[in-house]
């Protein structure tokens, strides 16, 4: 009994703690104009300056910045329909060396960002070519285990490895068909996260 009581005070305090830890960092995004995003990413060596759909790109070269440096960069550049520099600053946020700033990173990412299934999507199509490829591979791993239920099951959507049903309205009705033949290229450590994170349980 005693034992119990012990398990539930821990689980409790965990829970507190995580909830209180939330809220010791406000988050706000860094602000800048589109020139002076550009310009900083060309002066640090994240990119070449070059014209759209030319560049080189290196994610290592803001692994040090912060959080919300890195999410302010995003919301700067993204409205100038630059996909591809979004993307990888995306994957350099995922890989900040610091673990505190890269799970800011990452939770905020998810949450402001609507379209983060689609690139998690195309990071895992990109692994499917590329295994060997260290930055987003990790990108993937760190992102993926930070997931709750429902931003995994909007990932599985996006993916179609998972299509919701419909109820006789018309409208989702929250139970799922699972479309197995579109998730076969992925790696198996990203399906058991997945598992893990909608039932607490890895995958068979």
């Excluded at 995003?74 to 979004?86: G, S």
Aim: glycine letters at 6%; hydrophobic letters at 40%.
């Amino acid at each position: 009994m005693i034992k119990g009581l012990k398990s539930i005070s821990l689980v409790v305090f965990i829970c507190f703690s995580a909830c209180f830890g939330s809220d010791q960092k406000n988050f706000t995004p860094t602000t800048y104009d589109l020139d002076e995003a550009y310009d900083y990413l060309v002066d640090v060596g994240f990119m070449t300056d070059a014209p759209k759909g030319e560049r080189g790109y290196n994610p290592s070269a803001i692994f040090e910045e912060s959080a919300e440096d890195v999410l302010g960069l995003i919301m700067a550049i993204f409205p100038n329909k630059e996909p591809a520099l979004v993307y990888y600053l995306e994957v350099a946020g995922a890989n900040l060396k610091n673990a505190s700033e890269r799970d800011l990173f990452i939770d905020n990412w998810v949450d402001k960002v609507p379209w983060f299934a689609t690139d998690l999507v195309t990071a895992l199509n990109y692994i499917h070519r590329n295994p060997d490829n260290v930055i987003v591979n990790n990108a993937l791993d760190n992102i993926i285990k930070r997931l709750d239920t429902e931003e995994t099951e909007k990932l599985l959507v996006q993916q179609s490895f998972i299509r919701e049903n419909m109820g006789p309205d018309g409208t989702g009705n929250g139970e799922y068909t699972i479309m197995e033949e579109y998730i076969e290229h992925w790696p198996i450590k990203h399906i058991n996260q997945c598992a893990q994170n909608i039932y607490g349980l890895k995958a068979p």
